[in-house]
């Protein structure tokens, strides 16, 4: 895809640029292609890139490929020169005051950690009694590791000392990251869960296995589902599932399927967004609780509603017995008619049988 600029805003939430790392050998996963690997089903690159979506300009050091979000390319010189080469020829195709620079195996980043790392970098004490803000904020694993490729560095000091360095040994190609980040101002945040990278596949297996956890689960489904369908929009959850549920009980299982898509097409008729979404729902969830309601009988109305169906039956004071009305059903009056707590008989409402379409209870 080609450069992607995001409409950037002042104040707090002040512009900033990418720079993802998704070049290496990969030794470690046998020479996969790392950051096409699937956790969740979707790419570790995607995910990464969903992380910092928010960036005036995103530049991904690696091969072109096809991803979720549009973005920059740019490779290291020579190919293959190691980290600081890859983040030097990133930086240089970017321009704001602050950057991102992140791996592109980190399948739990997201954007809350982003904003914290900047809001960090931005903060004028940061945590520093007072002090001139940093020059990078950085996470660290439960080991308390730098994770330098899950940062927010100021552009101008990360600069300056990538010249320096690249003039004190001829060039970039090979050396670490360490040389770079122990001679910058940075400031640590612990975070064991977002500092998660991937780089076996025993980490692979963790990471897959972790998402589909309870509380993970739905959030990464509709995550994903977002991304191979190309939205970007905010989903009430617990809105949409709560309609969900009010017709399936209310009205009949199948129709909590689709309710929700019927609600998903009316907003996008309606010029789409979050608002659109919500105000369709409301107005379906109404509908399905006032179908529900008219299989609630109100007092006085049962007894007229079973009469006008032919199938009440009356005392006979002469011979004690029970007889039918005029119209009644063959057989009713032999004691097999339910009463009025029983089940009633099959009719729209009744539980489907096997082979029907019927989804599971919502």
């Known amino acids: ?90 930086l240089r195709r970017t321009s704001a005051e602050d950057v991102v620079v992140l791996s592109a195996d980190l399948p739990f980043l997201d954007e809350g950690t982003v904003r914290r790392l900047l809001d960090t970098l931005r903060g004028s004490d940061a945590g520093r009694g007072g002090a001139e803000r940093p020059e990078g904020v950085l996470l660290s694993d439960p080991e308390g590791r730098d994770q330098p490729l899950v940062a927010a560095y100021r552009a101008e000091p990360l600069r300056r000392e990538l010249a320096v360095l690249a003039a004190a040994h001829g060039g970039l190609t090979g050396l670490p990251l360490r040389r770079l980040t122990a001679a ?23 990471a897959r296995a972790r998402i589909r956890e309870h509380g993970h689960v739905l959030d990464e489904w509709i995550s994903a589902v977002k991304d191979e369908l190309g939205i970007d929009l905010d989903v009430d959850t617990g809105g949409l599932l709560d309609l969900a549920r009010d017709a399936a009980h209310g009205v009949a299982r199948p129709a909590a399927p689709l309710t929700t898509f019927l609600v998903g097409y009316a907003a996008a008729h309606a010029g789409g967004g979050p608002e659109a979404v919500a105000a369709a729902a409301r107005k379906a969830a109404a509908l399905a609780l006032r179908w529900a309601d008219e299989d609630t009988p109100e007092d006085g109305d049962g007894e007229d509603t079973e009469k006008a169906a032919g199938k009440v039956t009356e005392r006979d004071p002469e011979r004690d017995t029970e007889s039918v009305t005029p119209g009644a059903a063959p057989g009713a009056g032999t004691g097999a008619a339910p009463g009025p707590h029983a089940p009633a008989d099959d009719g729209p409402h009744a539980p489907a049988g096997p082979g029907s379409d019927a989804a599971p209870d919502a």
């Open 1 to 90: 895809m080609t450069a992607y600029e995001h409409p950037g805003a002042p104040g707090p939430a002040a512009p900033y640029d990418a720079v993802v790392l998704a070049g290496g050998a990969a030794r470690r996963l046998g020479g996969a292609d790392k950051p096409g690997v699937r956790v969740g089903g979707r790419p570790l690159l995607d995910r990464v890139l969903a992380a910092c979506a928010a960036a005036v300009t995103t530049v991904v050091v690696a091969e072109p490929r096809t991803t979720a979000r549009p973005v920059r390319w740019a490779h290291e010189d020579p190919p293959g020169g190691g980290p600081l080469a890859a983040l030097d020829a990133g």
């Open 184 to 206: 910058l101002d940075l400031t640590r945040i612990s975070d064991p869960v977002a500092s998660f990278d991937c780089d076996t596949w025993d980490d692979i297996a963790a």
